[in-house]
């Protein structure tokens, strides 16, 4: 699959518009190289054509969903069969390593597979009435278009965790991608509409639109009428916008924000798991995912035991040009903006008393594209400015000397994504997932805090947002529910008893 120079600013299903937007320019955090150049779509753009995914909701929801799952088994199949191709395309466009890049079509990949059970799946409950012959139940219908706004750290994932999961449900879709991601959108989108040319059953063209653009484009989307549910994954502040003008006309939206996770490493921990799990999460994806850790508490009494254990896997990173290099562990960040963001925090820490520097990685940085070192730095206690997510490879390492001190400083920031508990005491890993532990939508026991399984619900609590995604019966957002209660006699009992004499 090669990559085209330029994109339309708007795609319907096989239609393309050139639009007259802002000009964008993809260039490769890798090494700074263009390799596009368009013009992105404008809000007037979008007007005109979000009425075409309602009229493709009034025929797709009459599909039967066991055959909407099979649009998704195809479309699946091509994901499987040019696995390299979309990898390739993700690590040009943001910079993935290699085994990252291929994880994240593996994801699609697996999201495909859920959704496609999923689709003989959509089951209701039947409640006992209380009323004799009556039955009374619950359904879940199709819900209308679903409008995706996504981050650049998941260019394909996350729109196929929302994808796969509408389209089962009966609902066509408008994705906004990241303005730093429209390459992976194009190829996505074009996975499907090759499925859809596979299917022996007709599927209306605008089952999926692809509007590329900022956040205008993107604001527009929140504000349509036409879209019931906005599903919105990036910055808080992006929540905060989204939720206000999607509740203003009482829509519905499914928020996957800002993390800032965080690891307790207890003395009962296996330190040589612990400094794997601490390390992966906090320097995968150059520190650029939501789960990524920021903050890592650690016992006292092993803190230093730990610390040279961590300042040993920090010193054996390799950074580099992922398309040049398979064997690099860190590949860039995603622009000079994020490059600057990481230093100005970076600094702001190590001039903060009772702050040092404790680990480093010693390998040589790209002399093009957009590299950092992930660094490592000791705080003597939780400072305000680590509320806030750095989105890069900074980690703040912290001692604690009880349990509860360190389950307070897990919950301590205003973001409740991710959170992990390194032990083998039961009861330590029981406190850490019961009421009075972590305050995360995702509680983990000697797993890293970044990556997640797709059979689980995602997502977390706070600023993060509340929303679930991908498994478990996070499809619920995805549809209506009705209730029915269905009388098969002849008779017709009123509520409290009333009677008429007719
Ligand atoms: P961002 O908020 O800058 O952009 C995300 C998307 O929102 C882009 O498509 C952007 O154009 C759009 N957007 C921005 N302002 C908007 C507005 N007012 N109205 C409508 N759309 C708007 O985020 P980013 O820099 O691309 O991604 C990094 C952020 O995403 C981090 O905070 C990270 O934690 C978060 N993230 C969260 C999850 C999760 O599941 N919780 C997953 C991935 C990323």
């Known amino acids: 699959m090669m990559i085209s120079q330029s994109l339309p600013g708007l795609i319907v299903g096989n239609n393309n518009y050139e639009c007259e937007g802002h000009v964008i320019l993809p260039s490769s955090p890798t090494n700074d190289e263009t390799f596009g150049s368009f013009s992105s779509a404008t809000p007037d753009d979008l007007k005109n054509h979000i009425n075409e995914s309602y009229d493709a909701f009034l025929q797709w929801r009459k599909v039967p969903a066991p055959k909407r799952g099979e649009l998704i088994r195809l479309m699946g199949n091509v994901f499987r069969e040019h696995k390299q191709d979309f990898a390739e395309i993700i690590m040009l466009e943001v910079g993935k390593i290699k085994q990252e890049a291929l994880g994240e079509v593996q994801e699609v990949i697996d999201i495909c597979d859920f959704a ?72 996505c989108h074009r996975a499907l509409m090759k499925a859809v040319e596979m299917c022996d059953f007709e599927v209306p063209n605008a089952i999926s639109i692809v509007v590329n653009g900022y956040a205008d484009v993107g604001a527009e989307l929140a504000k349509s009428t036409v879209v019931p549910l906005i599903s919105a994954t990036g910055s808080t502040t992006m929540g905060q916008n989204v939720a206000v003008a999607v509740a203003k006309r009482f829509g519905r ?4 924000l800002g993390g800032n996770a965080a690891m307790i490493i207890t003395p009962n921990a296996d330190l040589n798991l612990a400094v794997k799990a601490a390390l992966f999460s906090a320097i995968g994806t150059c520190g650029q995912r939501c789960t ?211």
């Open 253 to 256: 939206s499914l928020l996957e």
């Open 116 to 187: 496609v059970g999923l689709s003989r799946q959509l089951h209701g409950l039947t409640i006992a009435s209380e009323r004799p012959d009556h039955r009374l139940m619950e359904q879940w219908h199709p819900l209308g278009p679903v409008g995706i706004i996504t981050a650049f750290n998941f260019p394909m994932a996350v729109w196929a965790w929302n994808a796969t999961l509408a389209i089962v449900c009966g609902n066509p879709v408008i994705w906004k991608p990241s303005e730093k991601a429209p390459f992976c959108a194009e190829a």
């Open 292 to 502: 990524s850790l920021r903050r890592l508490i650690v016992h006292e009494s092993i803190y230093d035991a730990f610390v040279t254990k961590l300042k040993a896997g920090y010193a054996s990173l390799k950074i580099g040009d992922p398309l040049v290099d398979d064997s690099v562990h860190v590949g860039p960040i995603i622009d000079d903006e994020a490059k600057v963001n990481m230093i100005v925090a970076y600094n702001r820490v190590l001039n903060t008393v009772g702050s040092r520097m404790l680990c480093m990685a010693k390998s040589d940085l790209p002399s093009k594209g957009s590299y950092v070192f992930p660094v490592a730095v000791e705080v003597s206690e939780h400072h305000e400015f680590m509320d806030e997510e750095v989105f890069g490879p900074l980690l703040y390492v912290m001692k604690y000397s009880t349990i509860e001190q360190a389950i307070e400083l897990n919950n301590r920031v205003p973001q409740g994504l991710s959170s992990t508990i390194i032990t083998s005491n039961i009861a330590e890993a029981e406190l850490f997932c019961s009421p009075v532990g972590s305050d995360c939508g995702l509680a983990n026991v000697n797993v890293g805090t970044s990556g997640a399984e797709i059979g689980g619900a995602f997502g977390g609590e706070k600023q993060t947002g509340g929303g679930r995604e991908s498994g478990s019966d996070a499809w619920k957002a995805y549809m209506r529910r009705q209730t029915n209660s269905i009388n098969y006699s002849v008779e017709m009992p009123l509520a409290q008893g009333v009677k008429f004499e007719l």
